[in-house]
């Protein structure tokens, strides 16, 4: 389901389950519903598509994803983050499967995604799914990342 300003709420129920996260990319534990808006602004004005996923009615991840980044003609992740309570059960793998078949459906070989340095667990999941590191580069507010590569299954 496309994420909206009304899903302020749930963004903040799966961001805030994931405390580790919120530190390394906001530099805080808890995020505020000012926190999401502006992350869905940015999302907005950047031309990105976001989508709360969803399974037997409850809301259990984020996926937003830039179908052509101007600055390298690529399409990129985002984010794509699962509720903590979810962690371990497949849910991951299965927005990524879902990712995949909307991307082939619209044409799209490969894709980008940028992985804070500091995350393992993210690194090792992006690998796991083929993700190939491409370059390391810095965020704009300064967060060292890896550029990961991956073709579209």
Known sequence: MKSMHEHIASELAILNS???FNVISKDKEQLTAQDIAAELKDAEHAGAERYIIR???NDIGILE???HNPND???WIGLLVIHGAYHGRGYGNAALALFDTIMRERGVTSHRLGVLASNA???AFW???GCIPVKPAVLP???DIMIYERTVD
Do not use: I, V, W
């Open 18 to 20: 994931n405390p580790y």
């Open 55 to 57: 399974e037997q009615g």
């Open 65 to 67: 994803f830039l179908m």
């Open 73 to 75: 003609s690529c399409t």
């Open 121 to 123: 667990a993210a690194h």
């Open 127 to 129: 690998q796991r799914n």
């Open 141 to 143: 507010d300064g967060k």
